[in-house]
């Protein structure tokens, strides 16, 4: 059963046009039909997906905060284009509520031991490679200038690719049939290339970095442990190009990091390979810089003097201020974007974005750390990342503990493997949160409670 969870996260987020709805819809009737066989077929398991008191209570004492919230910036604001309502936002809300449950209770009915954690990510590897393949790797050609494959790329954008909302044409991402066709830069089924850039950066790279550094041989297929690591290698290298391809900051920034975080976790001749890839990239890479237009162009327009800012650095602020003004408590979700409008810097405004879309149709968080803050506040932000320290505190503590734990070495090496891809996991979702990451989406929550699952199994290990 666990082969199919990440598969069919590819399919299933948040879409605007009717088809992609559709298919969105798809996820959550299917996880919960998977957790209901599971239950049918091992009735044990139902004792793992009750949520414990302490977790009841911090819910309900969540949804408490954020409705008091709501009702008190509901009553400033007023039915308003700049926020997302009241009864849309109490709906949005119960709905990640929910989806947190569901992903954490399929892991928990189906991810049971350490031949199902190889199978989880295989199956998710295997959704990868036809992803890139069928999805991904036709963006890549339409954005190198190979046009035969637009269609085909237009057709599948149609059905499953996540749009904006657009106010016009002069802010109109797909006008010719997708993003990819019409930015000429790659995005998978995201509205931008961003969102991919997180995508693979955040779910993917940290299992590739975790499998290669630990050398795990998990395919069959794969006659020796060297024929594995290279195998995971390229594919690694491939999600590099990728990111870079995207065109992004984000994607350049995402690489850059998830590399320095691999070379930190390699060991031996492993390290000295990706020390010197490093070493030989920077330097064709500012040959090209100086030597090639198209390349020059793209580091100056994503990276070094990356233009059209304003927007971002007046959200930014006006994000900052709405926290700073109302710290405790926050603004309440899908209310920070009236405040924002409210703190935003006027030197920032002076721009078709701002002045057609922002100020008309509501700001969107350009930044989801603040955006966090500004929206919950330190009451309910503070024990939310106390949490999550604790957890990379105890993850810390177990893969100190793996050496005097009654395992195979095969078995202690696979968990070096998770940790490494845990901890990578963390660090790139927190960098990617200083920008835009949802974290509320599929894969990113599966992943989290895949890991969370496998500390805690460790954790029961070291107990004995």
């Known amino acids: 059963m666990v082969n199919f969870l990440l598969p069919i996260t590819f399919f299933s987020k948040n879409y605007t046009n009717s088809l992609a709805e559709t298919t969105a819809m798809v996820a959550f009737p299917v996880f919960i039909l998977i957790i209901l066989l599971q239950l049918y077929r091992f009735p044990n398991r139902l004792a793992s997906i009750r949520p414990s008191k ?107 690719e996540r749009h904006w909302k657009m106010h016009g044409q002069g802010y109109n991402f797909y006008a010719n049939g997708s ?33 290669t550094t630990t050398k795990q041989k998990i395919w069959n297929w794969t006659k020796t442990r060297w024929a594995a690591v290279s195998l995971n290698v390229f594919f690694a290298f491939v999600l590099f190009v990728v990111l870079l391809l995207a065109k992004t900051t984000t994607g350049i920034l995402t690489a850059v990091i998830a590399y320095l975080l691999w070379i930190v976790w390699a060991k031996g001749g492993q390290r000295y390979f990706l020390v010197a890839m490093a070493f030989t990239g920077v330097a064709v890479l500012a040959l090209a810089y ?31 201020l709405t926290f700073v003004t109302h710290p405790l408590v926050g603004v309440g979700y899908g209310f920070t974007s009236y405040y924002i409008i409210q703190n935003v810097p006027e030197a920032t405004t002076h721009n078709f974005e701002f002045q057609q879309v922002y100020s008309q149709y509501g700001y969107p968080n350009l930044s989801d750390f603040l955006g966090w803050f500004a929206a919950f506040g330190l009451i309910i932000m503070v024990p939310a990342f106390f949490l ?28 070096r493997a998770l940790i490494i891809a845990f901890l990578t996991m963390i660090v790139l979702a927190a960098f990617s949160s200083i920008f835009v990451i949802q974290v509320f989406l599929w894969p990113y929550l599966l992943m989290f409670f895949f890991y969370r699952k496998h500390i805690l199994r460790l954790e029961q290990e070291i107990q004995k």
């Open 388 to 415: 999550l320290f604790r957890l990379v505190a105890r993850t810390y503590f177990v893969k100190y503990r793996l050496a005097y734990l009654a395992l195979s070495d095969e078995e202690k090496s696979w968990s």
């Open 179 to 211: 993003y990819a066709t019409t930015e000429n830069r790659v995005n998978g089924f995201e509205p931008e290339a961003a969102f991919l850039a997180n995508l693979l950066g955040v779910t993917y790279l940290p299992i590739l970095i975790g499998l």
């Open 290 to 320: 100086l030597k090639v237009p198209t390349i020059h162009n793209l580091l100056n327009q994503f990276l070094f003097a990356k233009g059209g800012t304003d927007n971002r650095l007046g959200g930014t602020i006006g994000l900052l």
């Open 54 to 160: 302490s977790a009841l209570y911090m819910g309900i004492f969540v949804w408490a905060v954020q409705l008091l919230v709501m009702l008190r910036s509901y009553g400033q604001t007023g039915e308003s284009q700049l926020t997302s309502g009241l009864l849309h936002t109490v709906i949005v809300l119960a709905g990640w509520t929910a989806t947190v449950y569901v992903a954490w209770a399929v892991i928990q009915v189906t991810v049971i031991s350490e031949r199902d954690e190889k199978v989880f990510i295989k199956s998710g590897l295997i959704a990868l490679f036809f992803y890139l393949l069928l999805v991904v790797l036709p963006q890549v050609m339409v954005t190198i200038g190979l046009h035969r494959l637009d269609h085909y790329v237009n057709i599948i954008a149609k059905v499953f």
